[in-house]
């Protein structure tokens, strides 16, 4: 009796380690689901931005008032004049050869992580594009949109950090991500925008490197995807 006892307690011990066993391997081999990016068709790793490109404070001596906004087309910076002699420098992609333009316009509208909507002009362009593309991670306006009254432009984010520096786009303005999020806490609809021709001869902007300029802070990605989207 006691044998038979001893061998029905290995028995269970021996299943109960394979039932264990497998239940380990099913989980360790399990596939682990990962939310998905879109990449758009120009995308390519992202890389570093130069020092130029990066969100920073630089003295300004021009004549535009605190809350315009300047985009320097041919130097791919974007510039929001702070006020007391000071601005705020971005980097941004603009339009690609035969899609740069200028003029003096307002902010109309601003959203966050905007749906996006191409323009006639583009479709008649590129029929193949979608009517609409909901606000997300594979959405090409990115986080914030800035709409440009009087234009089909904006100024919007882009999940191809990469391209900033760049003529890229079909005429709209782009920053990264959290560029584009701080810039937008600061600017306000009604906000005057002047956008400068693409010319190598044009007089440069009276900015100025601060000397002694510190690195601005980085938003967290949860503090410009507060309700996570992804």
Do not use: D, F, N
């Given at each position: 009796?006691?044998?038979?006892?001893?061998?029905?307690?290995?028995?269970?011990?021996?299943?109960?380690?394979?039932t264990t066993s497998a239940r380990a391997q099913l989980f360790a081999y399990a596939p682990q689901t990962q939310p998905q990016i879109e990449v758009m068709e120009d995308e390519a790793p992202a890389t570093e931005l130069r020092a130029d490109l990066r969100r920073a404070v630089v003295n300004y001596s021009g004549k535009e008032s605190p809350g315009t906004i300047i985009v320097d087309t041919p130097n791919k910076h974007l510039y929001f004049v702070m006020g007391g002699g000071k601005a705020m420098r971005y980097g941004i992609g603009v339009g690609r050869d035969g899609f740069t333009w200028s003029g003096t316009h307002s902010i109309v509208r601003k959203a966050e992580w905007p749906d996006w909507y191409?323009?006639?002009?583009?479709?008649?362009?590129?029929?193949?594009?979608?009517?609409m593309t909901a606000g997300g991670p594979g959405n090409p306006l990115g986080a914030r949109a800035m709409y440009i009254g009087g234009t089909v432009y904006r100024i919007h984010g882009t999940n191809a950090p990469q391209t900033i520096g760049r003529n890229v786009s079909s005429g709209c303005i782009r920053l990264t991500n959290e560029d584009v999020t701080d810039l937008s806490s600061r600017v306000q609809v009604g906000s005057k925008v002047v956008v400068l021709p693409d010319s190598k001869s044009a007089k440069p902007l009276p900015v100025q490197e601060l000397s002694d300029a510190q690195p601005q802070p980085r938003r967290t990605w949860a503090s410009i995807n507060p309700r996570g989207l992804f």
């Open positions: 009796m006691k044998t038979a006892s001893l061998l029905s307690t290995a028995v269970l011990a021996i299943g109960l380690a394979c191409p323009p006639q002009e583009m479709i008649a362009r590129q029929p193949y594009l979608p009517r």
